[in-house]
């Protein structure tokens, strides 16, 4: 099993360490800046290679690194949005089938999400397959115990695909990027209100930066999106900042949270566990902090 993890300007993209753990810290590194960011990688690795590749579509990146994967049995990519993007690509190119956002891989098949994110199902594949592992579910593998790997460069051939140029990256929309990879999140429980509620709480995550979201809970009772779901059940994140209005901080939502820089909570009940987690913990009501700083912030921004 080899984990083929994606680089753009010298950083490892979302999702490379669960990628690394699943294929045992055999690693292939393919994009710009594989060597910067091999010293990001190289402590958790016990096999590292990389591919240094142009600016280009999934499709030339999928032909040029194929035959040096071909190989291996399971050949899993970083779950990252370049990741979810090449791996399709790369499945078809080898003639695999693809397992996209997996729990847990094995060289019989994948765990993967199901019902929306309530259920988890076992998949079993006859033969090799490509797969995509979720981001956050694996958490901080401990450094290799033969220290830090040494990066092998490989060459590829040119392929018959056209290269694309790149006229530039534009900055990520925090509302609307996937949670796993958004680094501020706001987020609600069934403490905060019902569906109103949580269209004003995305109103205060653009105003911060923010993705919004929310507890399974709220996803049950339809006042969001599954997608918006934070828990083992649903998204896995790993926020630099988290603030959660009337989240109580059941395990199932809390082993999804990873490791927040800052976490803020606002609640009634002083000793639930979201508020003992906090490093600001504000006794509250929910709902009405969130009004009085929403209208804060929109009388500051008019």
Known sequence: MIAIV???AGVAEDGWLDALHEADGNVLLVGGGVADAAGQVAPYAS???????REGGPATWAAAIAPLVEDHEVVLVSGGFDGRLLGPYLAHTLGRPFIAQAL???TAGAVVPALGGTAQRQLHVAGNFVASIQPGVVGSPAPAAGGPAVL??????ATEHRELTSLGVTEADATTIDLAEASRIVAGGAGLGGADAFEALARLGAHLGASMGATRVVADRGDVDFSRQIGTTGVAVDPALYVAFGISGAI????GLGHPDHIISVNLDPSCPMMQMADLAIEADASATMAALLELLEEDRG
């Open 104 to 106: 847990e891989v094995t």
């Open 252 to 255: 199932q939502h809390t082993a």
């Open 152 to 157: 092998e460069l490989l060459e590829v051939t």
């Open 6 to 8: 994606v680089v753009r």
């Open 47 to 53: 096999r590292l290679s990389g591919v240094a590749l």
